[in-house]
């Protein structure tokens, strides 16, 4: 029978290596089938992280031979057994233990979401939503959160320091997933601008690349909200149409004042944000535009 190689990455916070598994060849498996068997073999100790096994939990995620891929869905035949198959936890994350990454960034990003606010017509029952507005909300809807989009964005995989001004591309898609709903009166453009660092995507369209539901998150979310945010911004047109019907934008502390982490901060949202951007950041109003980052009209 034929064997294969698995060079898995063993290690903890402290440091680690890859180390080389042997093991027969089984027709049919994917990674993480690979995985279990050495688990029940030569290394019961192997910690890795999985649910479903079925690509909908996203559970499973990591870099196969340096792509990020979700284990449970890349079978092993599509890759080449002739040299070692590596397995490394996802290098965006700080690891904790082999395979398996602190992934908690991403859910301090999502409470900084301002929530979906509706409009008080048509509420009846008298709206009726147009099939396309129905169609683009449940693209971004299908996102399973196995991070891999974050993991591959090179905004913060290279550059540790952007973390606390980044949200990234899986919040990108859920900002416009409510900033595109007919019914939503929320106004976050100033928040993206100056909070979520937008700018500093520069659209190469490596998280669209390795996205396993395939939604096109640079065409359908990151490109149409630079667009709103460099109108609202710069656009002189609708400077103008602001001040004749008397509308102002909503600023990044009003926005973000909604969001769970400033509505109803936990002791872990004070915290992360006191370390990421000082003391003052424990109120809304640190959001202000003196504390603006890069805008949206940045690299494209």
């Not at 899986?170 to 900033?179: G, S």
């Not at 990151?222 to 945010?229: A, D, F, N, T, Y």
């Not at 009003?254 to 400033?262: G, I, K, V, W």
Request: net charge neutral; charged share 25%.
């Amino acid at each position: 029978m034929a064997e294969l190689t698995m060079r898995i990455w063993r290690g903890d916070p402290a440091g680690g290596d890859f180390i080389d598994y042997r093991i027969p060849e089984v027709e049919g498996e994917v990674v993480l089938d690979v995985i279990h068997r050495i688990q029940a073999g030569p290394a019961p100790d192997l910690a890795c992280r999985w649910n479903c096994k079925a690509g909908k939990c996203g559970s499973c995620s990591a870099e196969i031979n340096g792509r990020p891929r979700l284990m449970c869905m890349t079978r092993m035949d599509t890759l080449p057994t002739d040299q070692p198959v590596t397995v490394a936890p996802m290098r965006t994350f700080p690891i904790i233990r082999d395979l398996v990454t602190d992934v908690s960034f991403n859910y301090v990003m999502a409470r900084q979401v301002p929530p979906f606010r509706p409009a008080t017509s048509g509420l009846d029952g008298s709206f009726r939503m147009a099939q396309v507005d129905v169609d683009r909300g449940q693209e971004f809807r299908k996102c399973i959160e196995c991070f891999l989009c974050q993991d591959v964005c090179h905004v913060i995989r290279d550059h540790e320091e952007n973390k606390a001004r980044y949200s990234g591309p899986r919040w990108f898609i859920r900002f416009m997933e409510l900033e595109s709903h007919p019914l939503d009166t929320n106004d976050r453009r100033e928040l993206l601008r100056q909070r979520m660092g937008l700018g500093m995507c520069n659209i190469t369209k490596c998280c669209t690349e390795v996205c396993p539901e395939h939604i096109k998150i640079t065409d359908n979310a990151i490109i149409p909200l630079k667009e709103r945010v460099v109108d609202a911004a710069y656009d002189p047109v609708a400077w103008l149409g602001r001040k004749i019907l008397r509308r102002s934008k909503r600023s990044a502390a009003e926005a973000l004042a909604d969001a769970p982490s400033y509505a109803a901060p936990t002791a872990e949202d004070l915290a992360s944000r006191k370390s990421a951007t000082g003391p003052s950041a424990a109120s809304p109003s640190a959001a202000s535009p003196s504390a603006a980052g890069p805008s949206a009209a940045g690299p494209a």
